[in-house]
């Protein structure tokens, strides 16, 4: 369990015991006997950009204004010239309505709807893709012994993927101190979030990384790469999709980071092997107990 020196380090840190996240529900485990387990919540949240109903997305609930303005931000609804004059959320109505100084029209962008390989039915556009030809991310540099801390940290942290399950995290990082973790049901929804916190803030990303426990798909390599954060880390695998993306615009991709491994397929010419691997502990059973998938 990370301690509360740790647990400072966050700006924004999971609450997996907020009202509303979870319930609980009886069932029978393997032997027969009765059981009671915390199971995550889903609910849809339809987001709306000024009068133009964009998408439906089943998620856990919070952080509902980040949510959208990540999604539409890393749908190119929103660029960083566009003010942004409110973001009202209805819980009653489930809707997030993103108001700008300027409306703009997106109804050709809707007929280009298809399915992601995410979780939770994710909802992406067709032409996600646009813009991404003239990505070039920094060359920036990362030490082994920030990525082995940052895992440390993040694998220790009280989370609903430790909890319940069944949720994917993506957390925000700067060096070896994790700054944003975000969940949701799909990793789609929880980087949309960390995008959103970063549009919100007006955040650099230039010298972040992106942790996911989710699998490095070239949906998450894609969002990353517009999101403009040079390094992507997970505990899980890659897509070669992903993988063949990540080269092309010189991002970093790490994956399979358990205790002392990891697989870098991107970016190896930037990593700072500052630190024995042999030196730092394998990583305990405990961490390992709930798998996302």
Known sequence: MASNDELTEYLIAPNPAAVGLTRAVDGVDHTGAETTISVVEERPLTIFLNSQEIVTAMTIGDYPEYLALGFLRNQHMLSDDDTVTGVDFDEELETVVVRTEVETSH?????????????????????MME?????????TEVKTSDLYALAHKINRTPSLYLEAGAIHGTILCKGARPLVYMEDVGRHNAVDKVAGWMFDTKTAADDKILYTTGRLTSEMVIKTAM???PVLASRSGFTAWGVEIAREVGLTLIGRMRGQRFVCLSGNDRLIRDVDPSSVPEESKKSRRKSAG
Do not use: Y
């Open 107 to 127: 109804e050709e962008k809707l007929k280009k709807k298809t399915r992601t390989s995410g979780c939770a039915v994710g909802t992406v556009f067709g032409d």
């Open 131 to 139: 813009g991404l030809e003239d990505v070039r991310l920094p060359a």
């Open 227 to 229: 999101m403009g954060i």
